[in-house]
């Protein structure tokens, strides 16, 4: 066991993430549960939102939300809704592109899908549900009004940012004038980095931050979302299903726009490390203590799943 930002952790290669964020992820849990059982639904409807919620998922957006909010001088609760909405958006995504109009996947966080599960057009109704959800988590009464619409503003982008980005990696249209390495940033920046930049972005919101403080979780929040994505092209190359959770080896045999498959592997794990250094960076420019958001940063470039 070592400490890794003053987190212990026993390998920084670890599936899992450090041991306080798992008690983050926990508390994320218990709230998407409530949240859902809030709703009121029908109880297919009901059930078929909480198999594409309550799965098991990293909670790694919301449990985003929820350190940003910390490293601006917040507190975690001041920042849950928000973590809420950015994942019911986020489930929303992955239930939409495992549909067989889009990527047809029958396996999903180590389960079949939703679709498999009760149906596709039970499937395109709770990720439209998910999506809508969303937004009115946003309208919160521990939000200020411009709060509300900061908020709901960051995470409408985000979410449209993402289905470009979909729509550039699964049908095309990218603008002509970029070249491969461009292409390959947009089609990333897009799909996935937009919503993870959102997530740290509303995060620093609810926490209050200064213009400075907004603009370094920004910086983070961006290097942090393509880093991600880059180190998912990785996972989905040498990784196995049964440890993944879904199925890896795709991207090539769809032949996707991905990092390794552009830049090749070596250069694609400079890039990780590269982006991961840019997120520390723009972490020493804020005032508050920002280990446990650092530790995090550290685990996502090192995650195998
Ligand atoms: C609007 C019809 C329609 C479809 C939307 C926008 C979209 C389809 C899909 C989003 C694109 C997408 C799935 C990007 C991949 C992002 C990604 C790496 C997902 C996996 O995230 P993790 O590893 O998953 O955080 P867990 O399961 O841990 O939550």
């Not at 498999?116 to 946003?138: C, H, N, P, R, Y």
């Not at 979909?166 to 919503?195: F, M, S, W």
């Amino acid at each position: 066991m070592f400490r890794i930002y003053n987190l212990r952790v026993t390998d920084v290669s670890s599936p899992n993430p450090p041991l306080e964020l798992l008690e983050v992820a926990k508390i994320i849990e218990n709230e998407l549960a409530l949240r859902l059982e809030d709703l009121n639904l029908p109880q297919n409807l009901a059930e078929a939102a909480k198999y594409a919620v309550m799965n098991g998922g990293k909670r790694v957006r919301p449990a985003l939300t929820l350190l940003c909010c910390e490293a601006v001088g917040g507190s975690r609760k001041q920042a849950m809704p928000a973590a809420i909405a950015v994942e019911f958006i986020h489930c929303f995504s992955l239930v939409h592109d495992d549909l067989p109009a889009i990527d047809d996947d029958d396996l999903r966080r180590g389960k079949p899908t939703l679709h498999i599960k009760v149906g596709e057009a039970m499937a395109v109704l709770a990720g439209d549900l998910l999506l809508s959800v969303a937004f009115s988590q946003l309208i919160s009464e521990q939000y200020s009004t411009a709060q509300q619409a900061t908020l709901t503003k960051i995470l409408a982008n985000a979410t449209s940012d993402m289905v470009i980005g979909q729509v550039y990696d699964t049908i095309g249209g990218l603008p002509k004038q970029l070249d491969k390495h461009q292409q390959l940033e947009e089609i990333h920046r897009n799909k996935t980095g937009a919503l993870i930049q959102s997530a740290c972005e509303m995060g620093a919101i609810c926490g209050g931050a200064s213009k400075d403080a907004l603009n370094a979780i920004s910086t983070f929040g961006r290097a942090n979302g393509l880093m991600f994505q880059i180190v998912d092209d990785l996972i989905d190359l040498h990784g196995s299903p049964e440890h993944v959770g879904k199925a890896t080896g795709k991207d090539e045999e769809a032949g996707k726009t991905t990092y390794p498959g552009t830049i090749g592997v070596e250069a694609s794990k400079l890039a990780v490390q590269e982006l991961q250094k840019q997120a520390k960076s723009a972490l020493d420019l804020l005032e508050n203590d920002a280990e446990t958001l650092l530790s995090f940063n550290l685990w996502m470039a090192h995650r195998t799943r």
